[in-house]
């Protein structure tokens, strides 16, 4: 018999310390791919430990954001081979904690690699701007200065990479933070952190505090010493959490929901656009904020290009997501699984067609845990449910148009506008969609997915609220400007007087 083993107890970072939480609750953080797979608890934190993280990332802020910026940049530099060493080890724990394909959970472990390179190199940019002065004798430039204590709320579904998204331009922008982690994946964002001190990141600089949403995620939004929030999540909460911080006068970065659309022309190469549809609806079990979860077909491919998809999702292979050969993991947890199945209802009461799929697993290999078979509805009509709203798992909606017009309309015809995509051989086309799709993102001959780090992410309407996370854009919400104005003429010189 296998000795039980000893349970994990992890701890908050609070000042460089590990720390229980003060009301000593915890919770458990199990595999949604076997339930009887613990790998071990949580402090279940409230407003005392968010208070306590808050006036440790306040004192800390004092003497961060004084070491040079390419000093802090070596410390990710530093940061980011550790975890290249520590990437296998990293990424099955997070497979075993959130679900998806170990192939997968390592691409989110490089993503939080190739960020750190990224932002450890803006350490010697940062760059403001240096212009003439109107008046004789006086110079003029611009800095930019970090914001103070940043509050960051990360989602489950890229455990490493988004809250590296959110840490690491913070960082080198000189600013400290306090992070809450998703419930659902606690411990990527522990061994993130964990490398980060063992790269040198002195105490306070970044604390960790592990709970749910209205028991530390909106004390850390409230807390008057916290100057910015970065929020990922559901456009739900997004919208409390940006009123809360409207209410105080904080920036507050929202990245939210999605209804993605791959638009296939009738020119299409037709195996590599299933190919690609695949992998944008069914990838990380759909759970992406940029999935695939529309795809606009040209009447004359639809049929041909339905049969080669339902045939290759027929054969998709799904299960846990440590064993070799599996490609589609389970969901997150039960209410996920909840939401794709009321989805399914939806939208056979819509009068979709539903081509494969539509339910749980239940059989032997996936009893333990929250798995969905991949579901394909055809004869979706624009203005459905199914082809309007977000279901965040492997459920996808195949609509029809007539006309490359039609296809845009379609595509843009939803409240939210992140991730869009057009398969087509037609350079014109191309470039047409490129310019009139709403939508933060589109790829050309490629899924909805797969973003890189150095690029600007994020998207238009009810997706967010106008920042990006990656690229130039995080280091624009981690700093503010200042503008200065040094006079050597000796005299009062009064702008637009004399
Ligand atoms: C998300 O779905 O929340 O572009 C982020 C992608 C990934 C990040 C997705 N690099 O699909």
Redesign the pocket.
Known sequence: MRAKQAEKRYKNLIGGKWLAAHSRKTFENRNPADRDDLLGTFPSSGKADVAAAVAAAKDAFATWRLVPAPRRAEILYRAGELLAQRKEVYAREMTREMGKVLEETCGDVQ?AIDTAFYMAGEGRRLFGQTTPSELPNKFAMSVRMPVGVCGMIA?W??PM??PSWKLFPALVAGNTCVIKPAEDTPLSTHNLVQTLMDAGLPPGVVNVVHGFGPDAGAPLVEHPDVRAISF?GSSEVGRIVGQVAAAHFKPCSLEMGGKNAMIVMDDANLDLAVEGALWGAFGTTGQ???ATSRILLHKKIARVFTEQLVARTKNLRIGNGLEKGIQMGPQVNQQQIETSARYVKIALAEGAKLLVGGKPLRGAAHAKGFFFAPTIFSEVEPTMRIAQEEVFGPVLSLLQFGTFEQAIEIANGIEYGLSTSIYTRDVNRAYAAVRDLEAGITYVNAPT???EVHLPFGGVKQTGNGHREGGTGAIDFYTTWKSVYVDYSDRLQRAQID
């Open positions: 993503e989602p579904n890229f990479a988004i990922t992406r904020c940029t997915i797969g973003a």
